[in-house]
């Protein structure tokens, strides 16, 4: 029969190199670390993934381990650290996720009419702004739509302000006229 080794014989001869004792550990830990990642995340894939970060860091943390606790004990207080980030992590997701769908609260009626006929007139004045001359449009435009004054728009014409306003005052009567 053969001698169930301590878990500071363990360690010593993971830092000496033995993968295997190394193995040993992770097997002897891993149900405990599971069921306790388990019970404070209160489900499998998130105990899951507990249990993986913690294996890595215990193999990543082992060789500087002081034995100033158990490993139990030091096993135990990573898996709570790293369930209790977990956490704090799944509920700032959710708090967004909250977020974002009191952004998309459902409209009332009268609020999906009010946007139909806002799109409806914005399509109209958009066929109709088609139909007038380029010049006109793009003052039209400029001055409207992108709110420019009419040195604003002069500097990125190269047309005199008198023009522009002569080329809106044309827009604006044409377009009052289709409407």
Same mark, same amino acid.
Do not use: C
């Given at each position: ?50 249990? *993986?970060?913690?294996?890595? %860091?215990?193999? $990543? ?8 606790? !158990?490993?139990? @004990? ?61 010049? *006109?449009?793009?003052?039209? %435009?400029?001055? $409207? ?8 728009? !002069?500097?990125? @014409? ?22």
């Amino acid at each position: 029969m053969t001698e169930t080794k301590s878990d500071s014989q363990l360690i010593q001869e993971f830092i000496s190199g033995s993968d295997n004792a190394f193995n040993i550990l992770a097997k002897r830990y891993q149900q405990k670390i599971y069921w306790h990642a388990r019970r404070m995340m209160g489900n499998h894939l998130d105990a899951d993934e507990i249990v *993986q970060q913690v294996l890595l %860091v215990m193999y $990543n943390k082992l060789k500087t381990f002081n034995f100033q606790s !158990s490993v139990y @004990t030091w096993v135990y207080r990573i898996t709570s650290t790293r369930s209790l980030n977990l956490i704090r992590k799944n509920k700032l997701t959710s708090l967004f996720a909250i977020e974002d769908k009191e952004k998309e609260t459902i409209k009332s009626d009268s609020d999906i009419i009010s946007d139909l006929e806002k799109r409806e007139k914005i399509e109209k004045i958009q066929r109709y702004l088609l139909k007038i001359p380029p010049k *006109q449009r793009e003052v039209f %435009v400029l001055r $409207n739509f992108d709110e420019l004054s009419y040195e604003e728009i !002069s500097e990125i @014409t190269g047309r005199s302000v008198g023009a522009l306003k002569a080329n809106y005052f044309h827009a604006f009567n044409k377009l009052k006229e289709m409407m």
